[in-house]
């Protein structure tokens, strides 16, 4: 029976696309209207420390976030990007309760994602982050691989956006069920390097089709969790789903979802 049950991400899709941009500089602007142009999502990990204080314009200020980044999803990248791992578990507290008791405050809704300010991170850091309320942190090790993570804390993208051109055929071809393109960097990359065409490119060849789910980090850490929740009969034929989210199925070859709240037989 189980064997017969493939998971799917919403409206059925087979595979999903994210972003995530580090550091809220004023570049971000560019890739936000580039990825809204697209119709395509990410995750931006900013520092509420810079946002606050930059006089420069090199940085996002808080008063621009909530709307900048509508539709998007705002992290936390910590006031004042340390290496964790050489802070003690006070300062890491701070750090990252700071960043979300300000952007909160400014988008409204549980700023619980995050990314590791120079990718680095260790054991302490990582129970530090639990009793913060932080349920999903990104590294910077490129895997080249379309895999979900093994872990939400040591959360490990597909690759840099300057690699992305590289693995884009390979995804492409790519319809197994929960597959993920996870692409991340920073948008003054794109200005030092004078290459915003890159960040287009990517975007125009990135599937436009109803397999393809575009969404925030977020948004993907959400949903699978919520699968994961779903409370089977014994006999795997009745299916409870407690949470507030549709989750998506092939079975027997035919796209179904159980609905919040539903008890669903599959037959
Ligand atoms: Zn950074």
Redesign the pocket.
């Known amino acids: 029976m189980f064997n017969n049950i493939t998971w799917l991400y919403p409206q059925g899709c087979a595979r999903a696309v994210t972003f995530s941009y580090?550091?809220g500089r004023n570049f971000d602007r560019r890739v936000i209207e580039c990825l809204n142009r697209y119709g395509m999502k990410g995750t931006f990990?900013l520092?509420s420390e810079y946002c606050e204080t930059d006089t420069k314009g090199n940085y996002i200020h808080l008063d621009e976030i909530a709307e900048l980044y509508k539709g998007h999803e705002v992290a936390v990248?910590c006031p004042h990007?340390p290496y964790l791992e050489r802070i003690n578990r006070q300062q890491v507290l701070t750090e990252v309760m700071e960043d979300r008791r300000v952007f909160e405050k400014l988008v409204g809704y549980p700023v619980v994602g995050m990314?590791y300010?120079?990718g680095t991170w260790d054991d302490n850091v990582i129970e530090v982050l639990k009793s913060a309320g932080i349920v999903y942190s990104r590294n910077v090790l490129s895997t080249f691989k379309f895999n979900l993570p093994q872990n939400w804390l040591t959360w490990a993208p597909t690759c840099h956006h300057d690699g992305a051109m590289r693995v884009m055929a390979d995804f492409k071809e790519c319809h197994r069920t929960l597959a993920l393109f996870y692409i991340w960097g920073?948008s003054y990359e794109f200005n030092e390097n004078n290459n915003w065409e890159v960040l287009e490119q990517i975007c125009e060849a990135l599937p436009k089709d109803d397999d393809t789910w575009y969404a925030t980090n977020g948004e993907i850490y959400a949903y699978i969790e919520s699968m994961r929740n779903l409370i089977f009969t014994t006999d795997l034929t009745k299916v409870y789903n407690p949470t507030a989210r549709e989750i998506w199925f092939s079975f027997k070859g035919e796209k179904r979802s159980v609905k919040s709240g539903e008890l669903l037989e599959i037959k």
């Open positions: 580090d550091d990990n520092c990248h990007h990314a300010p120079f920073h």
